[in-house]
């Protein structure tokens, strides 16, 4: 498995004013997201056929370069009620059209592809797709000259940009067969019906989107509130009947990029400090555990698994806001979103799955985080998922009473200016902060409680006060034989056997590590 290119994404020039275009006239028809999952029946018990590509040839011309000088034009701005919609060309990287459709008052009413909506220079290969070639996929605009806050684009991909209006982390409708050795499933969206939201506010939009694949056809439902400087919540509504059964099956599925953080500085010759879109996984499971996974770039793909039942919740964070660990003005990697799922309804048994690819460059999304089902579903079978999607600035949970992971540093193990140093040990320190933790002092009785597995020892561990701070950090040494590849541990912090701390769930590396500092 390699990781996935991260998608690209034009910048629209400002418009002076935000005017409405008129589409040709087209078929209106009777819609409702009841009719959507029966349509997703019926594609389910035939023949996945999977949608033309139209002009091969012209599309393989339409590359990075000659894709992004190809502007959508403010005037061509079409109106779904009070909701602003643009639209993203095909081009090498997204070739298969997806039929878009305004929605209002239960009727339908289709967008044809016009040339005229873009500015395509002379002599872009663009100028030779048909007439009908239509589009890959579209964007909800802020009002007047302001950006786009939200996009559908490529496959079943989506995302927001969250209260700081920074694009980041994307999500998908489904993903299949993600993290294993066969080449994994992408199932597309291959239709949208767009209208004003439920509540009908400025900002709000409700997004249906049908869905299909090799293995299932699915109905989607996106109810989304946008609220200028407080991100989007987006109520997600998936019905999937399956044609055969995946090996593996990601609900709500989340992914990002992690090249280097404080963690694995050492990994990376970059100028920067940190590069990453967001630095951990967070879940809050069935039996009320807070967890807290930092990321990794590994030598080699991993899968995690997280066995839980009905989860209360789990998402990609950042936590990591300070621009000065990040120094780049120009992307903004502190300004990204997190984005929490928080399970509606009885999910039943599974586990959150997180799978890491190596990466050496920032281009890659290298990081998928899912939810699978215990039983795998059988070809016939009918699931329905409802979740909130929270892209915002952390979990909407509510105050845990636990402190959370706010660092993991990793380096050479052993006393510091002591000589020689180990070379089968590294340190681990964990920061927390939070919670009651900042009431106790050195002395109080506040201890580690840290698991290894079998061949691997923990030297020296202890925790401390971060002078100067409402911080702890708790510090040891992982000591690891030559051929420890992977040493998955936990830790926390405790006071007369109750955790004060979320539990960290770091998986150490130790080879790698050794490969790298030489």
Do not use: C
């Not at 004013?17 to 008129?22: I, Y």
């Not at 035939?46 to 033309?52: D, E, I, M, Q, V």
């Not at 869905?211 to 439902?221: M, P, Q, T």
């Not at 999937?240 to 059964?245: D, G, I, K, S």
């Amino acid at each position: 498995m390699v990781a996935i290119a991260r998608r690209l994404i034009l910048a629209a020039p400002a418009a002076l004013v935000l005017t409405a275009f008129a589409p040709a006239a087209a078929a209106q028809t009777p819609f409702t997201f009841a009719a959507l999952i029966e349509d997703a029946r019926a594609r389910a018990a035939a023949p996945y056929a999977p949608t033309p590509v139209p002009a091969p040839a012209v599309l393989d011309r339409i590359d990075y370069d000659a894709h992004w000088r190809i502007r959508y034009r403010p005037e061509a701005t079409v109106m779904a009620g009070n909701v602003p919609l643009r639209f993203f060309h095909l081009g090498t990287y997204f070739r298969q059209p997806v039929a878009i459709h305004t929605l209002a008052d239960g009727i339908a009413t289709p967008v044809a592809y016009d040339p005229a909506m873009w500015d395509i220079p002379e002599g872009s290969p663009a100028r030779d797709l048909p007439a009908d070639a239509g589009f890959a996929g579209f964007r909800v605009m802020r009002p007047g000259p302001a950006p786009d806050w939200l996009s559908f684009l490529g496959a079943s991909y989506f995302r927001a940009d969250g209260p700081l209006a920074q694009y980041g982390l994307s999500a998908r409708g489904l993903a299949l067969d993600t993290g294993l050795s066969a080449p994994e499933e992408f199932p597309r969206f291959t239709a949208f019906w767009i209208g004003e939201g439920p509540g009908g506010g400025a900002g709000d939009v409700t997004v249906h989107a049908s869905l299909d694949s090799e293995s299932v056809a699915g109905a989607y439902r996106f109810d989304i509130v946008h609220t200028e400087g407080q991100g989007q919540v987006m109520e997600v509504e998936a019905h999937l009947f399956f044609r055969r059964t995946p090996e593996r099956v990601g609900i709500a599925p989340l992914t990002s990029m992690f090249w280097y953080a404080e963690s694995n500085r050492f990994a990376a010759m970059d100028w920067r400090p940190e590069v990453h879109d967001t630095d951990g996984l967070m879940m809050l499971t069935g039996a009320g555990e807070a967890i807290w996974r930092p990321l990794n770039n590994p030598p080699r793909v991993v899968t995690s698994s997280f066995a839980d039942t009905n989860p209360r919740g789990f998402g990609l964070m950042k936590r990591d806001r300070s621009f000065a660990n990040y120094q780049d003005d120009g992307v903004f990697y502190e300004k990204r979103p997190s984005v929490w799922i928080e399970p509606l309804g009885d999910w039943g048994a599974g586990a959150v799955h997180l799978v890491e690819i190596p990466t050496d460059d920032e281009v890659f999304d290298n990081i998928v985080a899912f939810w699978t089902p215990a039983t795998p579903p059988r070809p016939g079978d009918h699931l329905t998922f409802r979740y909130r999607m929270h892209w915002g600035l952390d979990a909407p949970t509510e105050p845990l009473a636990v402190a959370r992971t706010v660092n993991t540093f990793i380096g050479h193990g052993g006393r510091p200016g002591q000589r020689p140093r180990p070379e089968d040990t590294v340190k681990v320190v964990i920061d927390f902060e939070g919670g009651q933790i900042a009431g106790f002092g050195q002395g109080m009785g506040v201890e580690p409680v840290i698991t290894a597995p079998a061949g691997v020892e923990i030297v020296n561990p202890y925790a401390l006060p971060v002078r100067g701070t409402a911080r702890w950090r708790l510090v040891f040494d992982l000591k690891a034989p030559p051929g420890t590849g992977t040493a998955d541990l936990r830790a926390y912090l405790a006071r007369d056997g109750r955790a004060l701390t979320e539990t960290w769930l770091g998986q150490i590396h130790p080879d790698q590590i050794r490969a790298l500092r030489r």
